[in-house]
């Protein structure tokens, strides 16, 4: 079969993860490259997780502690040791490893999934080069253990020729669409309770986190509106979804402004993407509606951007990538609820025709907003989203989006800000810091929606004064939910796109926030949450 993606000039890989709670069995496969510890700090110095998994007789258990405390190790947060490997099959009649990585976790009363998350994604980067890895943080977490490994594990090389990157082959190498190994390091995590069905929750979720990081990565030369569609098309029919693609002609047939005002300067023109999933169990189940901003590359527009750290707009899509990739791994894992994707794309150019500021659009549905800054484009598009999705009648409307620069300034890089009905905005943030993807509840101040007035249309798409930014926009997209519809919007301009190192299991660029949210989201509703 075409890979759906091969349009994809390049994709990242990972390891294979694999659940395993037979100690001996994984043993008699022979020797392993690494075997991967957790060690704690305690009152009196570094701390062994006792004997993991049973592996480890207690004379290789006090050799391992000596080796540890000779070279300095305290057990802290993320601290990495490695030590020469103390497993001699000959001598101790034991599994051979070539090297112990012991990775801190700190206090034992403090470790939670989230640092074990952490902890098995900064050890996953130290393995890369291994074949056989054996890890036994799966004994204080399994599912935590196998995603921090899988999702820290993954490296973005892009199109890096053959001699910069030193290698034969490194922009062809995709992450498989069934979960085999793309790096040949393949990571068993011990646990006592692996299951199939453990198995395949991770396997979706990594699949789905990695999609959104390789689609949020490629370069907007190779991902623009059209190309963008056909790939998610192309994604969507594999998995069984109904898919429905307006161009620009069908966009200007049906009155989406918004969409049309915003794309109207690239020679590319702007696309509407819509996915349903419908559950076997028929439609008598709870309704989300999912909508993702995607402008494919953001210069501003007409109020065009500083040059510096422009490059980083490939980002500007990264809500539509969370949507699509959430969206095909809830029917991966056939999850009893229905899900309508609507996903604008459109690249914010300042062609001679672009949209000016001044001009007055109207979105889908007959609002009309007068621009006053070009570069406020998400709320545009995503307007005429919303306006589309509310009309399938849904329960509960999640939107995504990398809009406001205001979300950086009052959270920082890696804290989504989560807006919307108070009782399901709660409900979201909730599971977000419960996951690890720490969504924060914030506010909608009445005063900063008046703001929102003008003297010409409906709505202006910005403030006049500079507070609040990030209210302001969830203020804005407010207008187009229709009323009994429980709705969050999540605006995570910093954190799904990484510019700094990576930490934890979040690699350098683009990071798939907030896939897992929207996911474990849908997982509650659908066991009525």
């Known amino acids: 079969m075409t890979d759906p993606t091969a349009d994809l000039p390049a994709r990242g890989t990972i390891p294979t993860v694999t659940l395993a709670e037979d100690p001996e069995a994984i043993a008699a496969g022979g020797e392993v490259d690494t075997l991967i510890v957790p060690v704690f700090t305690g009152e009196t110095g570094i701390e062994l997780a006792g004997s993991p998994a049973g592996l480890l007789s207690q004379d290789q258990e006090i050799a391992l502690w000596k080796w540890l405390v000779s070279v300095g190790a305290k057990g802290e947060r993320e601290e990495i040791t490695t030590v020469p490997g103390v497993f001699d099959s000959a001598s101790q009649g034991g599994f051979a490893a070539r090297r112990i990585i012991a990775v801190g976790l700190g206090d034992a009363e403090d470790v939670d999934e989230e ?49 910069t990157e030193g290698s034969a082959e490194t922009d062809t190498a995709p992450i498989s669409t069934d979960g085999a190994d793309a790096t040949g390091t ?30 949020v990565n490629t370069p907007a030369n190779k991902l623009y509106p059209e190309s963008y569609a056909n790939i998610a098309r192309a994604l969507a029919e594999r998995g069984g979804l109904a898919v429905e693609v307006l161009d620009e002609t069908q966009l200007a047939e049906q009155g989406f402004g918004g969409i049309l ?94 949209i000016r500021p001044g001009d007055v659009l109207r979105h889908y549905g007959g609002t009309t907003v007068e621009v006053l800054n070009t570069d406020a484009e998400g709320r545009l598009i995503l307007g005429d989203a919303i306006a589309r999705a509310c009309e399938d009648e849904p329960d509960f409307l999640m939107e995504t989006a990398t809009l406001t620069g205001a979300q950086i300034v009052a959270l920082g890089n890696r804290t989504p800000g989560i807006m919307g009905s108070i009782a399901f905005r709660d409900k979201v943030a909730a599971i977000s810091q419960d996951i ?56 995570v301009a910093g954190p799904a796109y990484n510019t700094g190192a990576a930490h934890g299991y979040t690699p350098k660029r683009a990071t798939g926030v907030p896939v897992r949210t929207i996911i474990a989201t849908c997982e509650a509703l659908a066991r009525g949450e």
Request: include cysteine; hydrophobic fraction near 40%.
């Open 115 to 163: 640092d074990v998350r952490e902890a098995a994604g900064v050890v996953a980067r130290k393995v890369k080069s291994d074949r056989r890895v054996l890890s036994t943080l799966g004994m204080l977490g399994a599912e935590a253990a196998a995603l921090g490994h899988a999702l820290g594990g993954y490296d973005y090389r892009g199109q890096r020729s053959p001699a």
């Open 186 to 215: 393949e990571i068993t995590v011990l646990c006592p309770d692996a299951t199939p069905e453990a198995q395949r929750h991770v396997d979706a979720i990594v699949r789905a986190v990695c999609l959104a990081r390789d689609l």
């Open 261 to 354: 005002g915003v794309g109207q300067g690239s020679a590319r023109p702007p696309r509407l993407l819509r996915l349903s999933y419908t559950p076997d169990s028929g439609d008598d189940v709870p309704h989300v509606a999912l909508v993702g901003k995607g402008v494919t590359f953001d210069t501003g527009g007409i109020s065009i951007k500083p040059a510096q750290n422009m490059w980083d707009m490939i980002s500007d899509m990264g809500g539509s990538a969370a949507v699509i990739a959430a969206t095909l791994a809830i029917a991966e894992l056939g999850l009893p609820l229905r899900v309508t994707a609507t996903v604008p794309m459109a690249e914010n150019m300042p062609g001679d025709n672009a």
């Open 436 to 491: 690890g993807e720490n969504g924060w509840p914030m506010p909608l101040p009445i005063e900063l929606g008046e703001s929102l007035k003008s003297d010409v249309a409906d709505l202006q798409n910005i403030s006049k004064n500079r507070w609040g930014g990030m209210s302001v926009a969830g203020h804005y997209l407010s207008h187009f939910v229709a009323d009994g519809i429980q709705w969050v919007h999540m605006d």
